[in-house]
């Protein structure tokens, strides 16, 4: 049961994370830079890394590695993302072009925020395998055994 409510809290925290991040990010992709709005989604990130690590300290210790590891990478990337959109509003705030911004560095922060949202598909995978290990594949049906079983009853 503490396992469970672990991953349960690990993987609300990253997904708010990153919903956060991504507003912060889509903030800059408006038509009009709103810089005043940045700064509120900015603190609203910030506010969530505490949560975060809270969260991924205990499923690094609830374990097993596979699903500690895909926690910590998910946080390590959603916090270079966060410093990334950080780095963004502190550049606006000291006088930098948001659009000159955007158009020289929003594929990096697209890739990072892609690679984000993996570590925490990864995450809740491997956390899925260990709730469920019944369903070895995932959510998309029976795992090798379960497959060879259907393959056998359908040759019948």
């Keep these: 049961k503490a396992r469970r409510q672990a991953y349960y809290t690990c993987s609300t925290n990253l997904l708010a994370r990153l919903d956060a991040a991504s507003a912060l990010l889509e903030a800059f ?13 900015l603190q609203r990130l910030d506010d969530q ?13 609830e374990g097993p590695y596979a699903v500690a590891s895909n926690a910590k990478f998910a946080a390590a990337g959603l916090e270079h993302l966060a410093g990334r959109l950080r780095d963004w509003v502190t550049a606006v705030t000291s006088g930098a072009d948001p659009d000159g911004l955007v158009q020289s560095r929003l594929r990096y922060a697209h890739q990072d925020q892609s ?4 570590g925490v598909d990864d995450f809740t995978r491997e956390c899925r395998k260990v709730l469920h290990p019944d369903e070895s594949s995932g959510l998309w049906g029976p795992g090798r055994r379960g497959r060879r079983r259907l393959r056998l009853r359908l040759r019948s």
């Design 29 to 41: 992709v408006e038509d009009t830079f709103d810089l005043a709005k940045a700064q509120v989604l």
């Design 49 to 61: 890394r505490d949560g975060v690590a809270r969260a991924v300290g205990a499923v690094a210790a």
């Design 115 to 118: 690679d984000v949202r993996q």
